[in-house]
T-cell receptor, first 113, second 117 residues
């Protein structure tokens, strides 16, 4: 089955700096890659997603890149702010008639003011 | 409903008791998923239901865990003979076909925090 690895597990940056979170997946048939943000005590919320036919997608300060050949995808947050502090999960979704999503272990991001 | 509803929000149970956790997905969503999140950990896939197809149970950790989805809507996750290691937040999510075609992924419920004492 699909396996998603995520690094780093913890990331601390200064406000205004950039943060990069990297993930790899194992099943080349996965074709949709969402990213979720989970604030303390709250449910995960989708922040951005990318499909396998696209190499990069940007939404304001957040961008995702996908390298299908290497089975790598990354989240980039620029001009970080304290409210970006949260746990971020990458995920890979396999379309098998349904849409089974496997999540990475998460990255705890701390943005220091 | 407007969102994914889960009940109860918190459940404390004694070791060895059975518990039932309920998930009411967004109306019209054909797919329903259960995940488990232990303290400070990631999202562990448990089971998912897609329409009338047989559920994918590949993530259930033991035969003490089971889930049903009646009428293609509400789902119940049952844990029998609970153990302390079952303590976690159990998250339900739902999605429609359109969620994937247009983007949007899952919508998660707020979860049930299960504590086994």
């Amino acid at each position: 089955g699909e396996n998603v690895e995520q690094h780093p597990s913890t990331l601390s940056v200064q406000e205004g700096d950039s943060a990069v979170i990297k993930c790899t997946y194992s099943d080349s048939a996965s074709n949709y890659f969402p990213w979720y943000k989970q604030e303390l005590g709250k449910r995960p919320q989708l922040i951005i997603d990318i499909r396998s036919n696209v190499g990069e997608k940007k939404d304001q300060r957040i961008a995702v890149t996908l390298n299908k050949t290497a089975k790598h995808f990354s989240l980039h947050i620029t001009e970080t702010q304290p409210e970006d502090s949260a746990v971020y999960f990458c995920a890979a979704t396999l379309n098998t008639g349904g849409f089974k999503t496997i999540f990475g272990a998460g990255t705890r991001l701390f943005v220091k003011a | 409903g407007a969102g994914v509803s889960q009940s109860p929000s918190n459940k404390v149970t004694e070791k060895g008791k059975d518990v039932e956790l309920r998930c009411d997905p967004i109306s019209g969503h054909t797919a329903l998923y259960w995940y488990r999140q232990s303290l400070g950990q990631g999202l562990e896939f448990l089971i998912y239901f897609q329409g009338n197809s047989a559920p994918d149970k590949s993530g259930l950790p033991s035969d003490r865990f089971s889930a049903e989805r009646t009428g293609g809507s509400v789902s119940t996750l049952t844990i029998q003979r609970t153990q302390q290691e079952d303590s976690a937040v159990y998250l339900c999510a739902s999605s429609s076909r359109g969620s994937w075609d247009r983007g949007g992924g899952y919508t998660f419920g707020s979860g049930t925090r299960l504590t086994v004492v």
